[in-house]
């Protein structure tokens, strides 16, 4: 176990550390790419995989900002693409715009069951051609952990995560495999750098943590000492860190003062697509560039909802543009009237009244207009 007496983040202290003010021009730790297996993440800023979210409509806008080295889908059911698979179903919507797609790019997998696995993960291999596999195991939804025994459930069993890993890699080989996981169930049994060892000598090419517990869900803050604790239980490969980090500041204290190789960054950029570009200019201590204009978002949440019309319809496009509208909205004015209208719209021409009533074409105040018509 790594000495506490010399844990730089304790004594950083874990407020400071997500407060930390950039300094810009002069980084303390230098930032550097890293390497996952063959492939090069460089900068060294994630994109978290989120279920619902992480689609490609919302991958070709976040690359557009640039400032990301690695970008992930949603989750793949493992079991479920299998099961399409023999019936030639087509596969899974989680899967579109991957085969096309500018690399980097990692496709998460979860499910408990090593062979299938490894089946799958190959076929993706093969047949998409990612640059890496990434296995779930922090996932703390019912579904997957008490229905499925899948995702966060299986961390109380280090011994198959050790089991599936090794399938896995042997499976992709020579195309890299990662984990990521949370630092335990509960509070009481937290065991992340025992999971990270095992993971580590079955293969794995890197490893991310989300600083919290599966019973934390998403309650309370990350607990990035506890991440930073688990980098000398690794013997070669990259740590990833996550969790919590919403801003240039937070992201580059967190990599600055944890010895993570890299950041992932999920929630934030739901709204804030253009986040991982003022990270990146922050890790390299350059000033780091203001959000775009309201006009500019209005015409990116637009565009969204176009890039997803073109998968889903224009309806099932509408209301999954709900979702992003709403955290688009964050610190504009009127915001809470306006999500109360997006997450009433049903067609795209309502969906687009009620984005150019909010977010000004010219720089003009947003018209609240509480009567909006909103079908
Ligand atoms: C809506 C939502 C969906 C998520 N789906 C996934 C997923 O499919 N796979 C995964 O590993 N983590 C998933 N996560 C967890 C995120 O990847 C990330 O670990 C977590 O949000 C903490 O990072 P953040 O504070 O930067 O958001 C999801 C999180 C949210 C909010």
């Known amino acids: 176990m790594p000495s506490d007496a ?31 297996g063959s492939v090069t993440v460089d900068p060294p800023i994630l994109q978290a995989p989120m279920a619902g979210f992480t689609n490609y409509a919302f991958r070709r806008i976040v690359r557009q900002f640039g400032g990301v080295g690695l970008q992930a889908t949603e989750m793949v059911n493992a079991r479920r693409f299998a099961w399409r698979d023999a019936r030639a179903a087509e596969h899974p919507d989680r899967l579109w715009g991957v085969r096309d797609e500018p690399r980097p790019l990692a496709v998460q997998i979860w499910d408990n069951d090593a062979d299938i696995m490894a089946r799958v993960a190959r076929r993706l291999v093969d047949e998409y051609q990612i640059s890496v596999v990434d296995i779930n195991f922090g996932c703390p939804v019912r579904k997957v952990t008490e229905k499925a025994r899948s995702g966060s459930y299986l961390l109380r069993f280090p011994d198959r ?101 890299g950041i992932m960054i999920g929630r934030a950029a739901l709204g804030r697509p253009w986040i991982f570009r003022q990270v990146a200019a922050g890790l390299r201590g350059d000033p780091v560039p203001p959000d775009p204009s309201l006009e500019d978002q209005r015409a990116l949440l637009l565009e969204h909802h176009r890039h997803a019309i073109d998968r889903f319809g224009p309806t099932r496009a509408t209301f999954l543009m709900r979702k992003y509208a709403c955290s688009y909205a964050q610190g504009i004015r009127g915001a809470r009237l306006f999500r109360t209208h997006a997450a009433q719209v049903t067609t795209p021409d309502g969906f687009v009244a009620v984005v150019d009533a909010y977010f000004p074409r010219d720089g003009s105040a947003p018209s609240v207009r509480p009567d909006l018509h909103t079908t």
Request: glycine content about 8%; hydrophobic content about 40%.
């Open 6 to 36: 010399t844990d730089p983040v304790r004594d950083a202290g874990r407020t400071a550390l997500l407060d930390t003010q950039l300094d810009a021009g002069r980084p303390v730790r230098e930032a550097a790419a890293f390497r996952i």
């Open 161 to 261: 995560i050790g089991r599936i890993v090794e399938r896995v890699v042997h499976a992709c080989d020579p195309v890299p495999v990662t984990a990521k996981i949370r630092l335990g169930c509960t509070r009481d049994t937290i065991n992340a750098c025992e999971v990270a060892r095992v993971i580590e000598q079955s293969g794995a090419a890197a490893l991310t943590v989300h600083g919290r517990t599966a019973e934390d869900f998403f309650r309370g803050k990350a607990d990035w000492h506890q991440i930073a604790r688990i980098k000398d239980h690794l013997q070669k490969i990259p740590l990833i860190g996550n969790g919590d980090l919403d801003s240039a500041e937070s992201a580059v204290g967190a990599y600055r003062q944890c010895a993570v190789d």
